[in-house]
């Protein structure tokens, strides 16, 4: 049941990195998936706990949908709102980085 939970999770927010959003935000997009990779190996060596995971597929799927919004407006993203992500994923890689290590 646990396995099927988190299958179901990383489809869904696999399936907001991956749904195109705008030229210009390729490489946040590039940025989640390489924190999803990240984070999916954590889970399969065992340095990332359940809740740990659940955390930051919670605020990875956040960061998808934000660009997502951001990224709707058909004129790609403005400075502030590259900015915006931008902290955000990088807040999420430390967090990523600090779970596996702790």
């Given amino acids: 049941m646990k396995r099927?939970?988190?299958?179901?999770l990383a489809t869904a927010v696999t399936g907001l990195?991956?749904?195109p959003l705008?030229?210009?935000?390729?490489?946040?997009?590039?940025?989640?998936?390489n924190q999803q990779q990240r984070v999916y190996q954590g889970v399969k060596n065992g340095t990332l706990s359940g809740a740990e995971y659940r955390n930051l597929q919670r605020r990875e799927a956040s960061v998808a949908a934000m660009s997502y919004r951001y990224g709707k407006s058909g004129n790609g993203l403005t400075a502030r709102?590259?900015?915006a992500i931008d902290a955000r994923l990088n807040n999420i890689s430390q967090?990523?980085?600090?779970?596996?290590h702790d």
Avoid: F
């Avoid at 099927?4 to 179901?8: A, F, G, N, S």
């Avoid at 705008?22 to 998936?33: C, F, P, Q, T």
């Avoid at 967090?95 to 596996?100: L, P, V």
């Fill in 4 to 8: 099927l939970v988190c299958t179901i």
């Fill in 17 to 19: 990195i991956v749904a």
């Fill in 22 to 33: 705008s030229v210009s935000a390729g490489e946040i997009r590039d940025r989640l998936v």
């Fill in 81 to 83: 709102e590259r900015a």
């Fill in 95 to 100: 967090s990523i980085y600090r779970n596996k």
